[in-house]
């Protein structure tokens, strides 16, 4: 999580607090590699017209009780997107790094800037400079926005009629009872093709012999570029006074992005893999402990019987 607040806290589900535990694990395995992976951490962000230094939180959006109010009448926005890779101090670079201003009709979440068909495109000239750095098996790690996990074209979706949804069934082998509604087609089918069909960026991405990892929900913190996008819109937000003009963000915003040091870049991966290996060795630590509670009670199951057994034999 980005912060901590007394009297707050994320009710995670089993479900989180598992995806949350298997990736943790596996960025953890990677690292241990030898050599280690190289990983690439992907997210987008914005900065507004008005954005000044004493905006800046790394508390998670999605906290409602603990995120201040927000400021009325920001002005327009420049969105941004861009990657991450550790490579040393003096080599960690931004990678892929775009940015556009948004529309006069700006929705109210900045994740509605960005479409599947723009972060596609996005994606494809990333997996082109990984070419070109000569980098191999790659971790891509991304969050789970919906633009990120969009299907292939031509997948089914659930607007389809109920006789192509049967055809679609028929293609992909799945059992379905043709007199079922229209529900419960798409039902039996959107399960196996979100169990079976990947992403589009993840088919890229194997394609080219890279993997995605999606990092958990609420889960900020295991996300370094969180951090450098903090440190690159505090450099923004600190220059701003009322007379400053949108184009004068815009003109500090690309300043800051050119001369950010590949040692910050680096400091923020480093600090978040070192979170990630004290939470894999915590996880470790419960498992070990589970499966030594299970040995105590199998061993004081078996002295149980034991006991009935010799109890047995005495009343012989």
Not at 60 to 69: I, R
Not at 118 to 131: A, I
Not at 187 to 192: G, P, R
Not at 245 to 270: H, M, Q, W
Request: aromatic share 8%; proline share 4%; hydrophobic share 35%.
């Amino acid at each position: 999580m980005r912060g901590a607040h007394k009297g707050s806290a994320y009710g995670l589900t089993k479900e989180l607090v598992l995806k949350r535990d298997n990736y943790v694990r596996f960025i953890d395995a990677a690292l241990k590699e030898s050599p280690s992976r190289t990983i690439v951490y992907i997210d987008e962000s914005y900065i507004h017209h008005h954005y000044s230094r004493h905006n800046d939180s790394l508390y998670h959006p999605d906290d409602k009780v603990a995120t201040p109010p927000k400021a009325k009448h920001k002005g327009r926005r420049l969105c941004f997107v861009a990657g991450i890779m550790s490579d040393g101090e003096e080599n960690s670079r931004l990678l892929g790094l775009e940015i556009f201003q948004g529309g006069k009709c700006q929705p109210k979440d900045y994740h509605g800037m960005f479409t599947h068909a723009f972060f596609v495109d996005w994606f494809g000239d990333l997996l082109e400079e990984l070419e070109k750095l000569q980098k191999y098996g790659v971790i891509i790690a991304m969050d789970n926005a919906k633009y990120h996990q969009g299907k292939p074209f031509g997948t089914p979706t659930g607007s389809m009629k109920k006789a192509d949804m049967l055809a679609a069934c028929a293609t992909y082998g799945v059992e379905v009872d043709e007199r079922s509604t229209r529900p419960v087609v798409w039902a039996a089918l959107k399960d196996h093709i979100d169990r079976t069909v990947k992403s589009e960026v993840e088919s890229m991405a194997m394609e080219r012999g890279h993997l995605v990892a999606w990092t958990p929900p609420y889960h900020s913190d295991l996300q370094p570029i969180e951090m450098v996008w903090s440190d690159v819109k505090g450099k923004v937000g600190r220059q701003y006074t009322v007379t400053t003009s949108f184009e004068d963000v815009r003109v500090r915003l690309d300043a800051a992005f050119a001369t950010l040091p590949s040692k910050t870049i680096y400091n923020c991966i480093g600090h978040t893999e070192r979170k990630v290996a004290a939470m894999s060795l915590y996880l470790e630590t419960l498992d070990e402990a589970d499966e030594e509670l299970g040995q105590c009670s199998s061993d004081d199951e078996g002295s149980v019987d034991n006991a009935s057994e010799a109890s047995s034999d005495d009343d012989e």
